[in-house]
Protein backbone atom coordinates (compact mmCIF):
# COMPACT_ATOMS: atom_id res chain seq x y z
CA UNK A 1 0.00 0.00 0.00
CA UNK A 2 1.11 3.33 -0.79
CA UNK A 3 2.29 5.74 2.19
CA UNK A 4 -0.15 8.95 2.81
CA UNK A 5 1.61 11.55 3.71
CA UNK A 6 0.90 14.67 2.09
CA UNK A 7 -0.80 15.59 -0.67
CA UNK A 8 -1.59 18.78 -2.91
CA UNK A 9 -3.67 19.47 -5.86
CA UNK A 10 -7.18 20.45 -7.31
CA UNK A 11 -10.12 19.09 -5.25
CA UNK A 12 -13.46 18.20 -7.23
CA UNK A 13 -17.11 19.44 -5.47
CA UNK A 14 -19.37 16.38 -5.57
CA UNK A 15 -22.40 18.42 -3.89
CA UNK A 16 -24.25 15.50 -3.57
CA UNK A 17 -25.22 13.52 -0.56
CA UNK A 18 -25.78 9.97 -0.13
CA UNK A 19 -23.57 8.85 -2.47
CA UNK A 20 -23.58 5.09 -2.14
CA UNK A 21 -21.01 2.33 -3.03
CA UNK A 22 -23.51 1.30 -6.14
CA UNK A 23 -22.95 4.92 -7.71
CA UNK A 24 -19.47 5.15 -6.57
CA UNK A 25 -18.91 1.60 -9.16
CA UNK A 26 -21.62 0.17 -10.47
CA UNK A 27 -22.43 -3.58 -9.90
CA UNK A 28 -21.11 -4.30 -13.81
CA UNK A 29 -18.03 -3.48 -13.01
CA UNK A 30 -18.04 -6.19 -10.07
CA UNK A 31 -16.44 -9.11 -11.87
CA UNK A 32 -12.80 -8.29 -11.39
CA UNK A 33 -10.80 -9.06 -7.96
CA UNK A 34 -8.27 -6.69 -9.37
CA UNK A 35 -7.47 -3.83 -7.54
CA UNK A 36 -6.32 -1.66 -11.05
CA UNK A 37 -8.74 -0.76 -14.22
CA UNK A 38 -11.80 -0.13 -12.26
CA UNK A 39 -10.89 4.01 -12.56
CA UNK A 40 -12.88 4.09 -15.90
CA UNK A 41 -15.77 2.77 -14.18
CA UNK A 42 -15.96 5.03 -10.99
CA UNK A 43 -19.07 7.28 -10.74
CA UNK A 44 -19.98 5.76 -14.59
CA UNK A 45 -23.64 6.80 -14.10
CA UNK A 46 -23.41 9.68 -13.60
CA UNK A 47 -19.60 10.34 -15.61
CA UNK A 48 -20.97 8.76 -19.11
CA UNK A 49 -24.54 8.93 -21.19
CA UNK A 50 -26.31 5.99 -21.83
CA UNK A 51 -24.24 5.52 -24.88
CA UNK A 52 -21.30 5.53 -23.71
CA UNK A 53 -20.31 9.63 -24.17
CA UNK A 54 -18.98 11.84 -21.25
CA UNK A 55 -21.32 13.76 -19.52
CA UNK A 56 -19.69 17.37 -19.65
CA UNK A 57 -21.70 18.25 -16.82
CA UNK A 58 -20.37 15.64 -14.29
CA UNK A 59 -17.11 17.13 -12.37
CA UNK A 60 -14.94 14.87 -13.38
CA UNK A 61 -15.37 15.57 -16.94
CA UNK A 62 -14.42 18.96 -16.25
CA UNK A 63 -10.88 20.25 -17.83
CA UNK A 64 -10.37 21.90 -14.06
CA UNK A 65 -11.25 18.56 -12.36
CA UNK A 66 -9.71 15.61 -14.83
CA UNK A 67 -6.79 15.04 -12.85
CA UNK A 68 -8.04 15.68 -9.54
CA UNK A 69 -7.08 13.52 -6.58
CA UNK A 70 -9.19 15.24 -3.79
CA UNK A 71 -12.82 14.51 -3.51
CA UNK A 72 -15.11 17.07 -1.13
CA UNK A 73 -18.25 15.24 -1.00
CA UNK A 74 -21.70 15.76 0.73
CA UNK A 75 -22.80 14.52 3.91
CA UNK A 76 -22.90 9.93 4.06
CA UNK A 77 -20.65 9.25 1.32
CA UNK A 78 -20.02 5.45 0.42
CA UNK A 79 -23.38 4.63 1.99
CA UNK A 80 -24.83 1.33 0.45
CA UNK A 81 -23.27 -2.27 0.05
CA UNK A 82 -19.91 -3.15 2.02
CA UNK A 83 -18.02 -3.71 -1.58
CA UNK A 84 -14.03 -2.59 -1.46
CA UNK A 85 -14.06 -2.45 -5.38
CA UNK A 86 -15.44 1.50 -4.28
CA UNK A 87 -11.93 2.53 -2.73
CA UNK A 88 -10.30 0.81 -5.18
CA UNK A 89 -12.13 2.68 -8.32
CA UNK A 90 -11.30 5.78 -6.51
CA UNK A 91 -7.74 5.07 -5.97
CA UNK A 92 -7.26 3.96 -9.52
CA UNK A 93 -8.67 6.76 -11.03
CA UNK A 94 -5.70 8.80 -8.65
CA UNK A 95 -8.36 9.98 -5.80
CA UNK A 96 -6.28 9.54 -2.25
CA UNK A 97 -8.46 12.02 -0.32
CA UNK A 98 -11.87 12.59 0.46
CA UNK A 99 -13.49 14.98 2.32
CA UNK A 100 -17.12 15.10 4.12
CA UNK A 101 -19.13 15.43 7.07
CA UNK A 102 -19.83 11.88 7.40
CA UNK A 103 -18.92 8.35 6.14
CA UNK A 104 -20.35 5.37 6.16
CA UNK A 105 -18.26 2.90 8.29
CA UNK A 106 -17.08 -0.14 6.02
CA UNK A 107 -16.34 2.66 3.38
CA UNK A 108 -14.40 4.34 5.93
CA UNK A 109 -12.70 1.50 7.10
CA UNK A 110 -12.15 0.34 3.58
CA UNK A 111 -10.28 3.96 2.44
CA UNK A 112 -7.86 3.14 5.13
CA UNK A 113 -7.32 -0.21 4.40
CA UNK A 114 -6.50 0.98 0.48
CA UNK A 115 -4.52 4.08 1.30
CA UNK A 116 -6.92 6.56 0.74
CA UNK A 117 -7.32 9.02 4.15
CA UNK A 118 -10.76 9.95 4.48
CA UNK A 119 -11.47 13.19 6.62
CA UNK A 120 -14.28 13.81 8.56
CA UNK A 121 -14.96 17.93 8.88
CA UNK A 122 -17.83 19.98 10.74
CA UNK A 123 -20.26 20.99 7.67
CA UNK A 124 -18.91 24.76 8.28
CA UNK A 125 -15.62 23.58 6.98
CA UNK A 126 -16.68 21.69 4.69
CA UNK A 127 -18.67 24.57 3.05
CA UNK A 128 -15.47 26.32 3.45
CA UNK A 129 -13.68 23.65 1.08
CA UNK A 130 -16.42 23.46 -1.22
CA UNK A 131 -15.57 27.05 -1.62
CA UNK A 132 -12.40 26.58 -2.19
CA UNK A 133 -13.07 23.66 -4.73
CA UNK A 134 -15.48 25.70 -6.72
CA UNK A 135 -12.55 28.10 -7.99
CA UNK A 136 -11.45 24.97 -10.05
CA UNK A 137 -7.33 25.08 -11.23
CA UNK A 138 -7.34 28.37 -9.95
CA UNK A 139 -6.91 27.04 -6.41
CA UNK A 140 -5.68 23.62 -4.62
CA UNK A 141 -5.94 22.38 -1.33
CA UNK A 142 -2.44 20.69 1.13
CA UNK A 143 -3.05 18.02 3.23
CA UNK A 144 -0.65 16.74 5.78
CA UNK A 145 -1.51 13.95 7.47
CA UNK A 146 1.29 14.30 9.73
CA UNK A 147 0.41 17.49 11.36
CA UNK A 148 -3.56 16.54 10.41
CA UNK A 149 -4.30 20.05 8.26
CA UNK A 150 -5.68 21.17 5.48
CA UNK A 151 -4.63 24.06 3.92
CA UNK A 152 -6.78 26.25 1.43
CA UNK A 153 -5.23 28.55 -1.84
CA UNK A 154 -5.45 31.25 0.54
CA UNK A 155 -3.78 29.81 3.69
CA UNK A 156 -6.97 29.38 5.87
CA UNK A 157 -6.02 26.54 7.62
CA UNK A 158 -8.40 23.75 9.44
CA UNK A 159 -7.57 20.83 11.84
CA UNK A 160 -8.81 17.37 11.59
CA UNK A 161 -9.12 14.57 13.97
CA UNK A 162 -7.60 10.77 13.01
CA UNK A 163 -7.55 8.17 15.13
CA UNK A 164 -3.79 6.83 16.09
CA UNK A 165 -4.15 3.49 14.48
CA UNK A 166 -5.11 4.56 11.37
CA UNK A 167 -2.90 7.69 11.18
CA UNK A 168 -0.38 4.88 11.77
CA UNK A 169 -1.22 2.64 8.76
CA UNK A 170 -1.70 5.51 6.67
CA UNK A 171 1.64 7.39 7.03
CA UNK A 172 3.41 4.08 6.85
CA UNK A 173 1.83 2.37 4.25
CA UNK A 174 0.71 -0.40 6.25
CA UNK A 175 -2.79 -2.57 5.44
CA UNK A 176 -3.53 -5.02 7.82
CA UNK A 177 -0.93 -7.80 6.48
CA UNK A 178 1.78 -4.99 6.80
CA UNK A 179 0.85 -4.81 10.46
CA UNK A 180 0.73 -8.30 10.91
CA UNK A 181 3.75 -8.95 9.49
CA UNK A 182 5.59 -6.02 11.79
CA UNK A 183 5.18 -8.45 14.69
CA UNK A 184 6.51 -10.98 12.50
CA UNK A 185 9.56 -11.61 15.31
CA UNK A 186 7.35 -12.18 17.93
CA UNK A 187 5.19 -14.88 15.95
CA UNK A 188 7.82 -16.69 15.23
CA UNK A 189 9.18 -16.79 18.75
CA UNK A 190 5.83 -18.13 19.72
CA UNK A 191 5.44 -20.82 16.90
CA UNK A 192 9.55 -21.58 18.44
CA UNK A 193 8.12 -22.21 21.49
CA UNK A 194 5.14 -24.14 20.65
CA UNK A 195 7.24 -26.29 18.61
CA UNK A 196 9.68 -27.02 21.64
CA UNK A 197 7.07 -28.13 23.96
CA UNK A 198 5.58 -30.32 20.73
CA UNK A 199 2.27 -28.63 20.62
CA UNK A 200 3.30 -27.17 16.55
Known amino acids: MDKFT ?13 VDTDRIIPKQYLKT ?20 SENPDFVLNKPAYRQSRILVA ?8 S ?3 APWALA ?7 VSTSFADIFFNNCAKNGILAIVVSPEDLEKLF ?3 ERGSNATLSIDLEAQTIKGPDGGTLHFEIEE ?7 NGLDEIGLTLQRAPAIDAYEARLAERGWA
Do not use: Q
Request: hydrophobic share 35%; with cysteine; aromatic share 6%.
Open 6 to 18: TLEGVAAPMRIIN
Open 33 to 52: IKRTGLGKGLFAEMRYHDDG
Open 74 to 81: GDNFGCGS
Open 83 to 85: REH
Open 92 to 98: DFGIRCV
Open 131 to 133: EDA
Open 165 to 171: SRKHSLL
